[in-house]
């Protein structure tokens, strides 16, 4: 396999992970919203922890992305 081939294959593979952090990220909001209604009283001190979720899981997300630009364009 030519190194080209193989750069192309190994960033495909790293991007995978910029749409798992897409997925999670509908997890958190999904998963607030479900809490949110079930006890409307309590929502407003879980809305922190709503957006640390969704930093964390954006922030895997820009790292896949980031590592698939490293082995098209670096290595």
Do not use: C, Y
Not at 26 to 42: D, I
């Amino acid at each position: 396999m030519e190194l080209e081939a193989a750069k192309m294959i190994g960033a495909g593979l790293a991007a995978i992970g910029v749409g798992a952090a897409a997925t999670g990220v509908g997890n958190v909001f999904g998963s607030f919203l479900q809490g949110a209604l079930r006890n409307p009283a309590a929502a407003d001190g879980e809305q922190g922890r709503l957006f640390i979720g969704f930093a964390a899981a954006e922030l895997l997300g820009l790292i896949a992305f980031v590592v698939a630009l490293l082995i098209l364009f670096v290595f």
